[in-house]
């Protein structure tokens, strides 16, 4: 540490600031710090510390010290410490889901208690979580067996749209396998993922869990560092391009969850009522800030008009508004840059004269960056609203003829994260799904996620998966020991 840092003793865990990084099991407050907002006021919210890249070399030099001890311990010891962790997380739920909401901008009462609360099940039953030994050969002279065995230290960089599920969904699976980590959380969310590792110092060793918030230098640092073994990054894909050709340096190990344009499909004969509002927030939730929001959503033209004008009767009753409110459905969008790209994206809409039944005009006298729902009726499938990934509350609803048509539609994409079908009769609705190119389809239901059901992307939306016996593997080396008796 320099002369610009200070190290402070961890007592209790003060959610309202300040707010420091965790290098090898201390509190480590630096000179310089940065502002966060509010989205929904755009006030500051508190400053964050800005990490330098000294911090960072400190920190992937802790984690790197702590490899050996924390790699050797037995499984089910580490295990057991990281359900303490879940434990400790628990105690500090409330306060770590209101500042979820006056940092992220979602909605207090809903998908931020939501988050928060499917992050720590999720860090306690993947502490319980375990790669067999698999014996591939066991005769009388010889026996083969395969093992998985930790990488190093890895470096997590992580999104702000849901700040605590995707990073402790990172921090898990990582030490559980052995490896130790290092965390950048995003500059627009830090936040909430400093106390991580306050939390992580009542609970692991020393520099097994390292927080540095800071800006994207820090991201680069990272991927670049000849001493990180992998990066576990979820974001745009423009900037997975980046974490990938950086990370060839030493031939790192890579997981990218990057961006969606998810086709949800209304085959003709869909029970299309019962399922407007299911569609709504698979579109809708968290603002449409979501790489597996439904974001194309394709209605067979026999429904298509009927469908639409029941749409835009639920969706207008949905109150847009500050999500500490609890009467809000849908909070700001989280930053200005995002913001930016919705308010262009919406002059392209107006200047093509596409059909727009609901929203369509961001107020910008308002104090936060909020945008209303919006519905666009069947623009061309050459448009930007159907081509491009909004990342904000904006759908477009598209009628379609046949099967085929709309399968080649879905699958005219550069990207093929998740996607869903819809229909009365299963065994059609199931051979679209199964035709569609993406790393999760779901039939007559959405967004069903599981500890151990694998999830990742085809195409540009992503290497690698998350969760499952398959994610877990992805923080391991395969390791076959070969013995002759």
């Known amino acids: 540490m320099s002369a610009d840092t200070m190290e402070r003793s961890t007592v209790t865990v003060d959610f309202a600031g300040p707010y420091a990084l965790s ?34 070399e400190a920190a992937i030099a802790a984690a790197k010290r702590a490899f050996p001890a924390w790699s050797a311990m037995d499984a089910d010891a580490r295990g057991a410490l990281i359900e303490r962790y879940a ?11 209101t500042l979820l909401t006056q940092e992220q901008g979602k909605p207090r009462h809903s998908m931020a208690t939501g988050e928060v609360e499917a992050a720590i099940h999720w860090v306690r039953e993947v502490g319980k979580r375990r790669l067999p030994v698999e014996v591939i050969e066991d005769t009388n002279e010889h026996i083969v067996e395969v093992h998985h065995t930790p990488l190093g230290v890895v470096g997590a960089i992580t999104p702000w749209n849901f700040p605590v599920l995707l990073g402790l969904w990172k921090v898990a ?9 290092v965390m950048k959380p995003s500059p627009y969310t830090p936040l909430c993922t400093l106390p991580f590792g306050e939390i992580a110092q009542q609970v692991f060793p020393a520099g097994v869990l390292n927080i540095v918030s800071g800006g994207n230098d820090l991201g680069q640092q990272m991927t670049e560092h000849p001493d990180i073994a992998k990066i576990s990054f979820t974001g745009s894909t423009a900037t997975g391009k980046k974490v990938m050709a950086s990370g060839s340096t030493n031939l790192k190990r890579i997981t990218l969850e990057l961006g969606g344009n998810d086709a949800a499909i209304v085959l003709a004969d ?23 929001a439904s974001k194309r959503l394709y209605v067979h033209r026999s429904i ?58 961001i107020d910008e006298s308002l104090p936060g960056n909020f945008v209303p729902v919006t519905i666009v009726d069947n623009p061309p499938e050459d448009s930007r609203i159907v081509k491009e990934e909004p990342f904000g ?24 994260l998740a996607g869903s079908v819809w229909g009365r009769d299963r065994d059609a609705a199931i051979a679209v799904a199964k035709r569609l190119e993406t790393g999760t389809v779901w039939v007559n239901e959405i967004h069903i996620h599981g500890i151990d059901v694998p999830f990742g ?15 877990l593997a992805e923080f391991t080396n395969t390791k076959t020991y070969m013995f002759k008796k």
């Not at 290098?23 to 508190?46: H, Q, R």
């Not at 099967?403 to 539609?409: L, N």
């Not at 992307?457 to 998966?465: A, D, E, L, P």
């Open 23 to 56: 290098i090898d099991g201390k509190l480590v407050e630096t000179n310089k710090s940065f502002d966060v907002f509010n989205p929904a006021t755009n006030a500051v919210l508190a400053q964050a510390p800005e990490g330098t890249a000294e911090h960072m």
């Open 87 to 97: 434990d400790a997380l628990d105690a500090h739920k409330d306060e770590l889901i």
């Open 173 to 181: 699976p990582c030490l559980v396998t052995g490896n130790t980590m």
């Open 270 to 292: 869909a029970d299309w009522q019962a399922i407007v509002p299911t569609l709504f927030w698979a579109a809708f939730g968290n603002s449409g800030q979501w790489c597996i």
């Open 304 to 361: 298509h008009a009927e469908f639409v004008k029941a749409f835009v009767d639920y969706a207008k009753d949905i109150k847009v508004g500050d999500g500490m409110d609890p009467e809000t459905g849908l909070g700001p969008i989280q930053n200005k840059m995002q913001f930016g790209k919705l308010k262009d994206l919406f002059a392209d809409v107006k200047a093509n004269g596409y059909a727009v039944p609901l929203g369509g005009e």
């Open 393 to 416: 509350p904006i759908l477009p609803i598209i009628a379609f003829d046949d099967v085929e048509e709309v399968i080649a539609k879905a699958n005219d994409s550069p990207f093929g």
């Open 457 to 471: 992307g085809h195409k540009q939306s992503g290497m690698g998966v998350e969760n499952g016996q398959e994610g």
